[in-house]
């Protein structure tokens, strides 16, 4: 296999999953995410995955993403609908910053990325941010920085492995779910090939604990969290704005 090639492929994959699960009111973010679709859907990985571009590509618009952005709403914020979580400490622990979150700042401390905090404020652990690291790290290391290999692949298998495929079930069976049930098609489909490429095995389906009764408990770090995107969402789905939110630091600990 020519792994330049796949991990620059990878590094698309990762990246059109990172436009799909990261909030944004960027508009740049969302046209790259179109021209994503319309590079991947050329090339699909199999039948199915072609469908689902083709399903993806009829309902968003290239000159406007609030269709996108409402069903967005609708999974991840409404407190009118079952609200999807996000984080590996969540599906791991049944709480948000969890050991999950240590794991994954530890695994970022033995490269260059870093959270740009005044930018992003969701946790190092979030769906959205893994395949954002992920994409990187396969980027960099198609472009030669073979150090990264090894950290991409303990990711993999230690963080978005373990919970990615009960995240994918709660999307799929979501009641506001369309666009993103195909988007968990091409996921699926996506980490079944990274299962193979990586010789990672699926892991074991484990019961996790859910509070149904109780009112939720959350820390003040996650209130403010919550309040910071809820300021981000009322800022509207049109406006432009730059939206890096990953950075890069002196390299160390390696």
Known sequence: MNDV???KARALYYGLFSRFFVFTT???????LISLIDTLKENPLDATTAEAFENI??????????TFMNEFDDIFHSPETMTVRTTASYYD???ESGKKRVEMQNFLAKTRIRRDEKKYSDYEDHIGFIFTVMSELCELAADGEEQYINTA???FEQILNEFVNDFSKEIYEHESANIFKDVIVILKAFMEFERIYLEVSIPLTKQRVVKQTQTEEISEEE???????RALRA???????KDVFVTFDVEDDI
């Open 223 to 229: 209130k403010e969290r919550r309040a910071r995107n």
């Open 235 to 241: 800022s509207g789905p049109k406006k432009e704005e």
């Open 93 to 95: 622990e049944n709480i």
């Open 153 to 155: 692949h303990c990711i």
């Open 57 to 66: 590509r009829k309902v968003l618009k290239s000159d406007s993403n609030i």
């Open 26 to 32: 960027d508009n740049k973010r969302y046209l790259e």
């Open 5 to 7: 090639k796949i991990n």
